[in-house]
């Protein structure tokens, strides 16, 4: 089982496997399961994940067999690219940072989304969209 809300490394590793599953029935194409995060996810997964800086052993992480690729906040992905480069190889060989990529929407953020609905109780939330915060509710998405 896996959780859709889950933050877990491991959890987002069995959605990947579970959709890459649900989506092998209708296709002979070969699937491949990937986890997709932003900059900012990925960072805090990093920062939270380190256990110890002279072992650098990065709990979750280091138990993963799928791929992830990284999509930079900004166009200039220098910060991100130097924090693969410290994670240790065996972990950062399974780690793609999205070349070229540059967030279309750059004051958009989960974070910032989460923050404005975990503040609200309502109907709504201080910058998100009605429509968006309807499928939030409604799916229970983003619940402690």
């Given at each position: 089982?896996?959780?859709?809300?889950?933050?877990r490394?491991?959890?987002?590793?069995?959605?990947?496997?579970?959709?890459?599953?649900?989506?092998?029935?209708a296709?002979?194409?070969?699937?491949?399961?990937v986890?997709?995060?932003g900059?900012?996810?990925?960072?805090?997964?990093?920062?939270?994940s380190t256990?110890?800086?002279?072992?650098?052993?990065?709990?979750?992480?280091?138990?993963?067999?799928?791929?992830?690729?990284?999509?930079?906040?900004?166009?200039s992905?220098?910060?991100?690219k130097?924090a693969?480069?410290?994670?240790p190889?065996?972990i950062r060989?399974?780690?793609?940072v999205?070349?070229?990529?540059s967030?279309?929407?750059?004051?958009?953020?989960?974070s910032?989304?989460?923050?404005?609905?975990?503040?609200?109780?309502?109907l709504?939330?201080?910058?998100?969209?009605?429509?968006?915060?309807a499928?939030?509710?409604?799916?229970?998405?983003?619940?402690?």
């Open positions: 089982g896996y959780s859709r809300n889950s933050q490394w491991a959890d987002r590793e069995a959605l990947a496997h579970a959709l890459v599953g649900d989506m092998a029935a296709t002979t194409d070969v699937l491949v399961p986890i997709l995060c900059e900012d996810s990925f960072m805090k997964a990093l920062k939270g256990r110890d800086k002279t072992t650098r052993h990065f709990i979750g992480l280091a138990e993963l067999d799928t791929s992830i690729i990284v999509f930079p906040r900004s166009p992905a220098e910060a991100l130097n693969v480069d410290e994670v190889p065996r060989r399974r780690v793609s999205a070349e070229g990529y967030d279309p929407h750059p004051g958009l953020s989960s910032r989304i989460r923050a404005a609905i975990a503040e609200s109780s309502g709504e939330a201080p910058g998100v969209d009605h429509s968006l915060l499928f939030i509710r409604e799916r229970k998405l983003y619940q402690q």
